[in-house]
């Protein structure tokens, strides 16, 4: 491919990773960093309003992968008195995990084919 490519410009391999179902993404990169913040703030509301994205949009996002998971991902506390809240399960934090460690392979992946076709 390297002698197809114009010397003048530079190039590089970009990507990125979802897992999904026909219906619906389940994990990306975006619902990493939510559900990490969800687990850092113990709040959707401060999470979606660290990412800059609406509280329902976050809601629905955290509805759709515990909808998704054989077992709830986030736990959600309604509020009263101190507030509402909400927790990232050990199944929830198992996935974030999992996640960073597949988004890493991937970022290698994409590295090594950028340096065999590219460079």
Known sequence: MKNLLRNDLTFR?????WVETPDDRF???GR????????????????AQQMGMSYKRAWDLVSSFNAQSTTPLVHTQTGGKRGGGAEVTPE???LIQEFRALQDRFQEFLAAEEKRLLL
């Open 13 to 17: 391999l970009n990507g990125r990773l």
């Open 27 to 29: 994990m990306g990169i």
């Open 32 to 47: 990493l960093e939510l559900l990490t913040l969800i687990q850092e703030h113990g709040s959707i509301s401060k999470a």
């Open 92 to 94: 929830g934090q198992q």
